[in-house]
């Protein structure tokens, strides 16, 4: 008899973690992809012979009374050596089994996306939307089984429910047993004797449904809002994935994002420009009353505090920035015409010279209108 204990170097009294150990442990070193040695092929057969009988109840309990399977023109090596031994010995415990024994019909849904088109205002304040939107529902008829109402599943005839076949296989090692899930039945260990007529067995069907969600204050185009458990119902009635509810914001006709400033302009007449004025803005928060100042310029900007966009993180509002444009009136009758005369005759500007400026303000010019704006 051969002394299995003594190649894999472990005691009669080891238990089957030292085993397991113990063969991961000779294993690495004397796998032909390691060791390409003849002596190391040979003596890797033997370490994986004593596993194949020490690490199996069965088997083991034969060699202790006397019995080895491998003795006296036996099969050969390989015989019943499940190549996910291997797989144990190289990634760690469990590497090969993976994948082992029948699955579950249950799966975890996907995550689904969605777009939540909104009006500026929406974003502003936040608010609660309603949706629809298409996705996997669990089966109202088999409520996720599967299987026909009144039916049942019936063990599987080729894998007698294990949900995988094993297939021996010649190779360099001599006989090695690979297990790949059961065709039959889908790696289920069972088959459905009746699938339900509505969900066809996947247990779920599309259809629409509407949601009401809450969107937060400040979202912007691009944010993304999470609703746990709201997406794609999984396979066999599963748990559902999440759905993402992504952001656009529709353009406003009069206001303009900014981070969290919102921008607009307003038109001045020259004399208002000139002499001041006051005027009354149509805000997202209502009707609110600007002062221009005496001597407003076309570019000059005007801010308004705690009107503009709600921070999405953090308490606090944007502010509502205001550009002013001066506009020049191009059709004057006779009596304007000779008042603004006599007013450039007061201030001497009968012939004005121009004056060129650059054409681009310098880094302290936009350090200049970055403050004014604020």
């Avoid at 009669?12 to 000779?26: G, V």
């Avoid at 090596?77 to 415990?93: H, L, R």
């Avoid at 090692?173 to 004797?193: I, S």
């Avoid at 969600?213 to 912007?220: E, L, Q, S, T, Y």
Wanted: aromatic letters at 6%; proline letters at 5%.
């Amino acid at each position: 008899m051969n002394d299995y204990y003594q190649d894999l170097g472990v005691s009669k009294d080891a238990s089957p973690e030292d085993i397991k150990r113990a063969y991961r442990k000779m294993a690495r070193k004397l796998h032909p992809d390691v060791n390409p040695s003849p002596e190391a092929e040979e003596q890797f057969k033997k370490v994986s012979q004593a596993y194949d009988v020490l690490s199996d109840a069965d088997k083991k309990r034969s060699y202790d009374q006397g019995a080895d399977p491998y003795a006296a023109g036996a099969a050969g090596f390989g015989q019943g050596f499940s190549f996910s031994d291997i797989m144990d010995a190289f990634f760690g415990a469990g590497a090969g089994q993976a994948q082992r024994g029948p699955r579950s019909r249950q799966r975890r849904g996907q995550d689904a996306l969605i777009r939540l088109d909104l009006d500026l205002a929406d974003a502003v304040f936040g608010g609660e939307q309603e949706l629809t939107v298409e996705t996997a529902v669990v089966c109202s008829t088999c409520h996720g089984d599967g299987a026909q109402p009144g039916t049942s599943r019936r063990t599987c005839d080729v894998c007698a429910g294990r949900g995988e076949i094993q297939q021996v296989q010649r190779s360099f090692l001599g006989q090695v047993m690979t297990t790949r899930p059961c065709m039959t039945c889908q790696g289920y260990g069972e088959v459905l004797v009746s699938p339900c007529f509505e969900c066809s067995g996947d247990g779920r069907v599309r259809t629409r449904r509407n949601l009401k969600i809450k969107v937060p204050a400040g979202v912007d185009t691009g944010t993304r809002i999470q609703l746990t458990g709201e997406g794609e119902v999984g396979q066999g009635g599963g748990p559902a994935g999440d759905l993402y509810v992504e952001v656009a914001v529709r353009p406003h006709q009069t206001f303009q994002r900014r981070g969290d400033d919102l921008h607009c302009t307003v038109e001045l007449p020259m004399t208002a420009g000139a002499l001041g004025t006051t005027l009354k803005l149509d805000t997202f928060d209502g009707v609110n009353e600007l002062e221009i100042k005496p001597g407003t310029q076309s570019g000059d900007v005007m801010t308004v505090r705690g009107l503009g966009v709600t921070h999405l993180r953090g308490g606090g509002r944007g502010d509502l920035i205001v550009h002013a444009t001066i506009l020049t009136p191009t059709k004057l009758d006779e009596q304007q015409e000779e008042l603004l005369r006599q007013l450039a005759a007061l201030r001497g500007e009968e012939r004005p010279e121009g004056r060129m400026t650059p054409a681009h303000p310098g880094l302290f010019g936009k350090l200049r209108d970055a403050f004014k704006a604020k």
